[in-house]
């Protein structure tokens, strides 16, 4: 049960803060007081400098994705500050309710990073008794692939399916829709809202099981006071970065749970739609899966 945050641009770098402004950045983080079981980040980076220049070394990639996790809440973590300030022409942030009891520890937090893609998950893969993913041994995922995420838990396995769809031979937007089509057969009612980007693509999916939010969940945001922001707390939206009409300078999505008006530019997701961007040219669209 997670916060999750992305966006692409039209392949120049920026920061968290220039896309969404400081003060929803610190509503952003604020959310940790709540989603408190560890957050983390993945930004698609352009260095100042190529690491071979003064060397002689082996050129590298013109691009790379920095991958920062922790187990501490994002509002107590100074990196965040840091992360958010930190140029970058593409990123995910992911703040953690941990579900099922999964452990809290390095390897669940998000985003899971594999074959050169970083993925984030908000939700609890399980039957109707509350058995998680997990503890199924017949689902049909190769283990050598949820290993290679890194992770333990329900949405490294998430990450794992997709993983195989690219490797079938998909295109990344549709291995996310197979994926969750697998995943249905066995799990119906289950959150599958995630962010996956490459190096040229970011990705962003809302497809929950229950459209209304669990009983569980409100009674925790009951806890902290904030039973209101609980009320669409499967809603993803989005906004254009260049204007409400342009799609051509980037795009960024978020959960709910700070503001999010629709005179600033923000539209709702729909269920079982997401959208598609590029983060070199920032063009972006909307597709069912």
Known sequence: MCRLLGFATAGSNTNLNGVLGMQNVRDFRN??????????AALI????ESPYRRDGGAPTP????????????????????????TPARGGLWHLRL?????????????????????????????????????TNRAFPVDPSIVQSTGGR????????????????GFALDEAVAQAVRELRKSYPKSSYNCMIQSQ???????????????????????????GEQARDYRVLRYRAL??????????VVASSGFDQRAEDGWTRLENDQMIVASNRTGEFRVRSI
């Open 98 to 134: 941990a579900s099922s009891n999964l452990p809290l520890i390095l390897e669940n937090q998000q985003p899971f990073y594999a074959n050169g893609l970083s993925f984030i998950h908000n939700g609890d893969i399980s039957d109707d008794q509350g058995r998680n993913i997990i």
């Open 242 to 251: 260049g204007g409400n009409d342009d799609q051509s300078k980037g795009v």
């Open 62 to 85: 013109e691009t790379g994705t920095a991958i920062y996790k922790n187990t501490i809440a994002a509002r107590h973590d100074p990196i965040f500050d840091e992360l958010a300030n």
């Open 153 to 168: 838990s329900d949405s490294a396995i998430f990450f794992a399916v997709i993983l195989q769809y690219i490797g079938f």
């Open 31 to 40: 959310l940790s007081e709540i989603h408190n079981d560890g957050w983390g």
């Open 200 to 226: 040229d693509q970011f990705i962003a999916l809302c497809a929950a099981g229950r459209e209304v939010t669990s009983k569980r969940i409100v009674e925790i945001y009951d806890q902290y006071g904030r």
């Open 45 to 48: 980076t352009v260095p100042d």
